[in-house]
């Protein structure tokens, strides 16, 4: 690739929203933001967004946190620590701070940027994408950056292509045949065609680049405004249609695909049906996310753990693993594992069976116990015997269970089952 084009990278920074909790993912936010949920066996979501960045050539990022965002900053200090200073390399860690006020955190996504753009100015930086940080894709952004610089734009949004009858769950963009965005619309009832297909909408991503000096001015005259909610979708994004030039990008043209005929996969995890059904897409003959490829990884933090162990060759009690992902430091021990995807350190004992399982880091599985159509919460022992997912009606005394018939255990469920005798 021409070194004119990397020095665009170069002078951009990628600041990736990190705060939500993920209310829709229910105890699997209990105790972690949405961005910090494991996904795909050994990452978190957070993950693909910063990945994304660093294979882009974006070597400059901050991170703001703000919902209980322990376990997301130490993710980050564990897995993301590479950066050098002396490169000019830079990953900051900015939780909400009260850094305006002592009463004030962030009170929403511009808000998040507008209290740290002291530290933006002192990355040096002409142009800054703005990331959500709980979304699952693959996604070139030097090809969005180049598209930003070469339209003028002063602001381009990052757009996937939806059926118009999905995209009522979004805000979609109307626009013109040169891709500029001549509305934008919250969840509409009757979501506007695209120039080039009436039957499909642009729907916006969360993914924004702006030039950090038009992005600035916009930033402090919008904290001025009382009458703003200070976000990027409900605030920023109209009043720049409205008054300045906003461009369409594509998802469909900067997306990482494995081959040329794969699908461009972008995902929203967030409900538990979603994210027990991408992660056990996964374990497909042919996943539509390649988590395989070494062209363009998603880094994470690995812990350094024994390879995993399947243990016992006897009728009913045979550790094995079928169209499975199984993590390092796993030992299953004549349990027979189904579509399913365990992550690190999983310890399973003998006639177990776990079919269509998300099973989260160090859960312990005695003797005994099947397991269908389940995601089970990080650290949990599922106690000997327990049956979940033929019963639907007994899971729901002490599980949830979704509309769609996946069960959501917990400790604090698990406990509460013990405690009633």
């Known amino acids: 690739m021409p070194t004119a084009d990397r020095r665009l990278t170069n002078r951009s920074m990628a600041f990736v929203l990190a705060g939500g909790r993920g209310s829709r993912l229910k105890e699997l936010t209990d105790n972690r933001a949405k961005p910090a949920v494991f996904f795909g066996g050994k ?34 200090q564990r897995g993301w620590n590479f950066f050098r200073a002396e490169r000019n390399e830079y990953l900051d860690i900015l939780p909400a701070s009260q850094r305006v006020s002592d009463t004030q955190w962030y009170l929403g996504t511009a808000d998040a940027v507008t209290q740290n753009i002291d ?44 059926p118009r009858a999905e995209a009522s769950a979004f ?45 600035r001015e916009l930033l402090i005259a919008d904290s001025e405004d009382s009458n703003s909610s200070h976000d990027f979708g409900s605030d920023l994004i109209p009043h720049i249609v409205k ?79 079928i169209s499975s992902l199984v993590s390092g430091g796993c030992i299953i021990s004549g349990t027979e594992v189904r579509n399913s995807l365990l992550f690190t350190g999983v310890h399973s004992n003998s006639y177990s069976v776990l079919d269509h399982a998300v099973i989260l880091p160090y859960v312990r599985i005695e003797r005994s116990a099947r397991l269908k159509n389940v995601v089970i919460d990080r650290g949990v022992t599922i106690p000997q015997g327990l ?12 599980f949830r269970v979704t509309d769609n018939g996946v069960t959501l255990i917990t400790k604090k469920m698990l406990q509460a089952r013990e405690a009633a005798g």
């Open 171 to 215: 805000g979609v963009m109307d626009t013109d045949a040169s891709g500029r965005i001549t509305a934008f619309l919250e969840k509409p009832s009757d979501p506007p065609g695209t120039p080039d297909d009436p039957n499909v909408t642009l729907a916006s991503m969360g993914i924004y680049v702006f030039d950090w000096k038009f992005l």
């Open 387 to 398: 049956v979940v997912g033929e019963d639907p009606d007994e899971d729901k005394k002490w």
């Open 243 to 321: 008054n300045g030039k906003a461009m369409a990008h594509r998802f469909t043209d900067s997306c990482v695909r494995s081959t040329t005929e794969a699908p461009a996969y972008w995902r929203d995890v967030g409900t538990v049906d979603a994210f027990w059904r991408a992660n056990i897409n996964l374990t497909d003959f042919e996943p539509d996310l390649d988590l395989w490829s070494t062209d363009w990884p998603i880094w994470t933090y690995s812990e350094a753990m024994p390879p995993a162990k399947f243990i016992h060759d006897e009728a009913q009690r045979r550790g094995l693993a």
């Open 43 to 76: 990452s978190r979501i957070v993950d693909f967004a910063l990945s994304n960045a660093l294979n882009s050539g974006i070597r400059k990022m901050a991170i703001a946190t703000q919902y209980k965002a322990h376990s997301l900053i130490r993710h980050c």
């Open 119 to 162: 530290i933006i100015d002192s990355y040096g930086v002409d142009y800054v994408l703005i990331l959500a940080g709980d979304h699952v894709y693959k996604m070139d952004y030097e090809i969005m950056l180049r598209q930003h610089v070469e339209t003028g734009a002063d602001v381009t949004v990052g757009c996937l292509t939806v």
